[in-house]
């Protein structure tokens, strides 16, 4: 079930008149686990034993570390339950992946496992762990109502694709009986909107050009690459930003409020900036939870671009088992190596927050990252790489079309890091607004792709 699914419609219908018509804050909570174990069990219903010992790992190690003060023993618990949660990670997400790469470099022949990849694994083994070492830190005391541990897990706006939710953040707004949101529902219905346009109009039907060039890119040539390239890179930011869209939106509708994803990433004139901008739980969870802990910015320039590496490295391994992935995350660290060493020792003053030169810079390098990141093997990312230097006739699109595209679409990129939504939603009437949502409305749907697209981040 996703967000775009007409079934998902029905879901939170039913949920949202439920919830509200409900007086009792515990009541409240069991109803939104029900439906978040009904959200995650439409996709496969095996996959709740797995999610339920993560839940029950989360809660027993939290209590336990709260409940001693020895430091050796505290220790211990930690590390049992970081295991258990990475472990179960590890084995759905990576066993195949080191089993394969451990049999090229040793002579020894091993059974590859027909493993299915649960939906939102990395997300909540994030949530768990984060939890964990922030109780194990004392920067939260661990709570112990079981619900609660399990809503903060399982809390389905946010529960396969993020994003990555903090305890600190979500469980204080547990314990007393959230408000209606009258006053922001204008906010989160046009915010829900708007993800919907950017998944379901934009990324879905850009899927279809990007698709079919990944998949034969011997019968294109340098123009349509470079299409299928900007393409995907639009497609990604709105299937992802889309999809954080609605998940808070929809959070909010609940009364829950979770913190944005997204910033205008592409917007960035450098790539630590880009990062800043780019899937922000996840880049403030790699700074906070390995880069930090690895000695962070102490130290000589060696000891902290080892520290950038390996956190973009294992960054890089979070989003996929493939060394395509792991490329791409040490792309990424020797970008940001090198832009450390141009602000230290060539650039004058701070940077910018505007740059053509730099901003033009920074998107050309991401799109090359995500030349590696779409690719299915390093072959496939070698034979999308030589196509750009064929001047064939372009057949995905013509060119003038495209560019309008790729214009139109920077416009309104720049146009809505501008635009305050909540400013335009505060002044319209009730009336008014719903006239103006309806049209809206009516204005997209004949653009949906009717094709439902499950959104990329779910197989990570």
């Known amino acids: 079930m996703i967000f775009t699914d007409a079934k998902f419609f029905v879901f939170f219908a039913i949920a949202f008149g439920v919830y509200w018509a409900i007086t009792s ?8 686990l029900a439906c978040s174990v009904v959200f995650y069990a439409a996709w496969d219903w095996r996959f709740l034993g797995l999610v339920l010992l993560v839940i029950v790992n989360t809660y027993a190690a939290t209590l336990l570390i709260a409940g001693t003060d020895e430091p050796v023993r505290r220790r211990h618990v930690l590390i049992i ?24 470099l040793v002579a020894i022949r091993m059974r ?84 919907y346009f950017k998944k379901a109009v934009i990324s879905d039907n850009f899927s279809s050009f990007v698709d079919t060039f990944y998949e034969a890119p011997d019968k294109f040539g ?20 889309g999809y954080t869209d609605m998940a808070i939106a929809t959070a909010g509708m609940l009364g829950y409020r979770l913190r944005p994803n997204f910033n205008h990433p592409y917007l960035a004139p450098n790539i630590a900036e880009f ?6 739980s996840l880049s403030s969870w790699l700074r906070d939870y ?16 080892r520290n950038v590496m390996i956190t973009m490295l294992l960054g890089g391994l979070w989003h996929g088992a493939s060394w395509t992935f792991v490329l791409w995350g040490a792309l990424h660290g ?25 901003n033009l810079l920074t998107f050309v390098f991401v799109c090359l990252g995500w030349m590696l990141f779409r690719a299915s093997s390093f072959e496939n990312f070698s034979a999308v790489a030589q196509r750009l230097a064929i001047p064939v006739a372009p057949s995905l699109m013509p060119w003038p079309a495209a560019l309008g595209l790729a214009a139109a679409l920077t416009v309104v990129h720049v146009a809505f890091y501008r635009l305050d939504l909540e400013s335009v939603t505060a002044g319209m009437s009730n009336v008014g607004f719903a006239i103006g949502y309806g049209i809206a409305v009516a204005v997209i749907l004949p653009f949906v792709n009717v094709a439902v697209q499950p959104f990329i981040y779910f197989q990570f």
């Open 25 to 32: 804050n515990c009541w409240r909570k069991l109803w939104l």
């Open 290 to 305: 390995l880069y930090i802990p690895l000695g962070g910015n102490q130290g000589g320039p060696i000891f902290q671009a």
């Open 112 to 195: 590859i496992q027909d493993i299915v990849l649960p939906i939102g694994i990395s997300f909540y083994t994030f949530h768990s762990l984060s939890y964990i070492i922030d109780t194990y830190r004392g920067k939260i005391n661990p709570t112990r109502d079981f619900v609660d541990v399990a809503l903060y897990i399982l809390f389905f706006p946010q529960l396969v694709a993020g994003p990555i939710v903090r305890a600190p953040d979500l469980l204080p707004q547990m314990r007393e009986l959230r408000p209606f949101p009258g006053a922001n529902l204008k906010l989160l219905l046009l915010l829900f909107l708007v993800g």
């Open 334 to 358: 020797a970008g940001l190596l090198v832009w450390r060493f141009w602000r230290r020792f060539c650039s004058k003053g701070e940077s910018p927050r505007y740059s053509v030169a730099g």
């Open 222 to 241: 340098a123009v349509d690459g470079l299409m299928a390239v900007f393409f995907y890179a639009v497609q990604i930011y709105c299937d992802f930003s």
């Open 275 to 280: 990062w800043r901008r780019w899937h922000m």
């Open 81 to 104: 339950g970081i295991v258990i949660s990475l472990g179960v990670l590890a084995f759905f997400k990576y066993y195949n992946f080191f089993i394969e790469s451990l049999s090229h």
